[in-house]
């Protein structure tokens, strides 16, 4: 996957809006720093996008702070992310992905799961306490 | 980061809009406003140019949709072209494609944005 050998970077975003610039900073570095290919690199920012967007969009009451931990390692050639969350309980493998028949008519919103289900090669979702904890794999 | 989008009126009946670099959850909001100023002078046919596009997230589809949505409410026609594979991709899979169709090129979505034959 990269040629610099095992990876591990780590960052923890409140439940802000505004903290999505740092998570595109953090993404960008990944990059710099990991040859990943092409293909992999998009699905990574890509689901990292999505996954965080939601949790600072809706993943808590806006009157709680919420926190998530959202690390990215590779080791022999596996790339994953995980995200561990204090957000109310969301498991994105059982919810429902906007179908493209409903789309003409459907709000223009709800996108991201199909993609993250697409782009991320395995998902595993548990509850762990009061905590979410979600992992992706690449190819 | 998204660098500015070019907005070039052509012939006075199409407008053009190309967005460069990435367009994710911090760079929309750049593109929803230039669509929407673009909206508002009137064009026939809006044509959205991706072909310096490298990455979109659903923050951008969402832009996009909406621009269409406008678009039909004033009487313009939105053509999207030159999509990445990548770019395309996402919008396959985020079943938009069912809605907005995307041409090879710039010079097929304005052709098409003329022939009311192939009007979505």
């Known amino acids: 996957m990269t040629g610099s050998g095992a990876m591990r970077e780590k960052l923890v975003l409140r439940n802000d809006r505004a903290e999505i610039v740092r998570l595109i900073g953090w993404i960008d570095g990944i990059e710099r720093r990991c040859a990943l290919p092409a293909r992999t690199a998009y699905a990574l920012r890509l689901c990292l996008e999505e996954i965080a967007v939601n949790f600072v969009s809706y993943g808590c009451d806006p009157a709680v702070e919420g926190v998530m931990e959202i690390e990215v390692r590779t080791d022999r050639g596996r790339l994953e992310a995980t995200f561990r969350d204090t957000g109310r309980p969301f498991d994105p493998l059982a919810e429902r992905a ?42 | 980061m998204m660098t500015p989008e070019t907005m070039t009126p052509e012939a006075g009946r199409n407008a053009v809009v190309a967005p460069a670099g990435r367009l994710d959850a911090v760079s929309a909001q750049g593109l929803e406003l230039q669509l929407a100023e673009a909206l508002t002078r009137g064009a026939a046919t809006l044509i959205i140019d991706l072909s310096q596009l490298t990455f979109i997230s659903s923050a951008g589809l969402r832009v996009i949709l ?17 999509a990445s594979p990548l770019v395309r991709e996402v919008f396959e899979v985020s079943g938009l494609t069912a809605v907005i169709r995307l ?18």
Request: with cysteine; proline share 4%; hydrophobic share 40%.
């Open chain 1, 98 to 139: 906007s179908q493209p028949a409903d789309r003409a008519a459907a709000p223009a919103s709800g996108f991201g799961l199909a993609l993250v289900r697409h782009f991320a090669s395995r998902l595993s979702y548990q509850r762990a306490g009061d905590h979410n904890l979600l992992t992706l794999s690449f190819e």
């Open chain 2, 66 to 82: 909406l621009a269409e949505r406008r678009a039909k409410a004033v009487g313009c026609r939105i053509r999207v072209c030159a």
């Open chain 2, 103 to 120: 041409y090879p090129g710039r010079e097929e979505a304005a052709a098409a944005g003329c022939d009311a034959s192939r009007l979505d």
